[in-house]
């Protein structure tokens, strides 16, 4: 697995096989945004098991080595149900924009789960972008933060 940029505000990336294609275009997409990566792999289009990667990706943000993660897979529901095992992550599964940013506004995601044979690579970036950009909503909406204390 290759790490690069692994600086503590870092976005980390992850990815099977399924997912790597677009892994790839998001790691250029967030570079040209000026973000530090951490790229915790998958390096390729061989076979790999997607737990493993949800699993380098909780790793380094519980080392706060990644302040938030970007997880693929074929639909983003595995990958995300592996990275959510971890008491500290909060993955969500989005198709789209409105997706990306309640999960982020309403739930405080910290890591956005994308699925490369459901979601097209323009989707995709757009729903990073708006991920991203997005806030929590928390000091705003007491409940909100109510409802994400029950989960941590």
């Known amino acids: ?7 503590a505000g870092a976005v980390g990336i992850a990815s099977d096989h399924a997912g790597y294609e677009l892994k790839s275009t998001l790691v250029a997409m967030l570079r040209d945004m000026g973000l530090g990566v951490l ?8 076979s790999v098991d997607y737990p493993d990667f949800a699993d380098a990706l909780a ?10 993660g970007i997880l693929v897979c074929g639909t983003g529901i595995g990958i995300a149900m592996a990275a959510n095992r971890h008491r500290e992550i909060r993955a969500a599964t989005c198709h789209d924009t409105t997706d990306a940013r309640l ?3 309403h739930n405080d995601a910290n890591v ?3 699925g490369a044979r459901t979601t097209g690579p323009e989707v995709a970036q757009d ?3 708006v991920f991203l950009e997005t806030a929590f ?3 705003i909406n007491p409940r909100h933060a109510r409802r994400i ?4």
């Open 1 to 7: 697995m290759a790490a690069s940029g692994s600086t």
């Open 39 to 46: 790229d915790l792999g998958t390096d390729g289009s061989n």
């Open 59 to 68: 790793g380094a943000m519980a080392a706060g080595n990644a302040s938030r």
């Open 103 to 105: 999960a982020r506004q």
């Open 112 to 114: 956005l789960a994308l």
């Open 127 to 129: 729903c990073v972008r």
């Open 137 to 139: 909503e928390g000091d």
């Open 149 to 152: 204390a029950k989960m941590s």
